[in-house]
C-alpha cells in the first residue's frame, strides 16, 4: 500500500496543478474625487499587475463643484463650470457619441487582459438618467452588457464584458447617457465595498502573458492517462514484491 501511495500522490498533484483555474483580478479602479479640481485624464487609484496605462476622461459634461456636492465624483446640471466644462445629460433616447464618461487601460508588452465586468457604483438626483456602455474595440458601436436605470439611491451595476476578446492594447470603455429626465440632472459616482478596490469604479479581468502562459487546464482524457500509468506502475510493484 505504502509503495501504492508512493506512486499515486506525485500524479494526483500533478493533475491538481493543472486544473488550477486562473482568478480574474483588477485591472484598474477609480475612487471619488472632486470633478472640478482634477486634471484628466485621471490616472486609476488601483492598477492591475502589468496594466501600463490608465485614465478616466469626460467629454461634454459639466463638472459640477466641490461648492454644491461635496467632494464627490458629480456630473450634470446647465451652464459652465469652474473649469470651463459645459453640456447637460442626454435627454434623448439615442446615444450622443460627443457626451461620455471614459475609462482606458492598457496592458504591458506580451500581456493580455480577458474582460469580466465593468462595476460602477452610482445615483442620480431627480427621476432618471440611464447609461449605456460601450469600447473601441468596435469603434463604440455596441452596448455591452444591459441598460442601467439609476436610482437616488447608490446602487452598484454591472456591465458584463465577457464578449470581448483578449486585448493586447490600449482599449477605452465609455459610458453614455440616455433618456435624462431634466437639463438638470445630476449624476454622482460614490466608493463602495461592493466596488473591486472599493472605489465608485473598477474594471475586472484575467491579465495574462500573450504566449498563454497562464496556468493550463489539461483535457480529461489526459487526467485518465496520468491516472492509468500510476495504475499501471503500481500493478508491477506487485508483481516485483
Do not use: C
Not at 98 to 124: I, R, S
Amino acid at each position: 500500500m505504502k509503495k501504492l501511495l508512493t506512486m499515486l500522490t506525485p500524479l494526483t498533484l500533478m493533475g491538481l496543478a493543472g486544473v488550477t483555474p486562473a482568478q480574474a483580478a483588477i485591472v484598474a479602479g477609480w475612487n471619488q474625487f472632486t470633478t472640478d479640481g482634477a486634471s484628466y485624464p485621471k490616472a486609476a487609484d488601483t492598477v492591475g499587475t502589468n496594466i501600463t496605462s490608465t485614465g478616466l476622461n469626460t467629454a461634454g459634461i459639466r463638472h459640477l463643484s466641490s461648492q454644491f456636492v461635496g467632494f464627490n465624483f458629480a456630473l450634470g446640471g446647465f451652464g459652465t463650470a469652474s473649469d470651463g466644462s459645459t453640456g447637460s445629460w442626454n435627454t434623448g433616447s439615442t446615444v450622443n457619441t460627443n457626451q461620455y464618461v471614459e475609462f482606458a487601460v492598457q496592458p504591458g508588452a506580451g500581456f493580455q487582459v480577458d474582460f469580466t465586468n465593468l462595476q460602477l457604483n452610482a445615483k442620480h438626483d431627480d427621476t432618471q438618467l440611464d447609461l449605456v456602455l460601450r469600447s473601441s474595440v468596435d469603434g463604440f458601436t455596441s452596448n455591452l452588457g444591459t441598460t442601467v436605470s439609476l436610482t437616488t439611491a447608490s446602487n452598484t451595476y454591472s456591465f458584463d464584458l465577457s464578449s470581448l476578446a483578449p486585448q493586447t492594447g490600449p482599449v477605452q470603455f465609455r459610458l453614455y447617457g440616455l433618456n435624462a429626465d431634466s437639463s438638470t440632472v445630476f449624476f454622482f459616482g460614490e466608493n463602495s465595498t461592493n466596488v473591486a478596490g472599493g472605489g465608485f469604479v473598477a474594471l475586472n479581468g484575467d491579465i495574462t502573458p500573450t504566449g498563454g502562459g497562464g496556468v493550463s487546464t489539461p483535457e480529461p482524457s489526459g487526467i485518465v492517462s496520468l491516472i492509468a500509468v500510476g495504475a499501471l506502475g503500481a500493478a508491477s510493484l506487485r508483481r516485483r514484491g
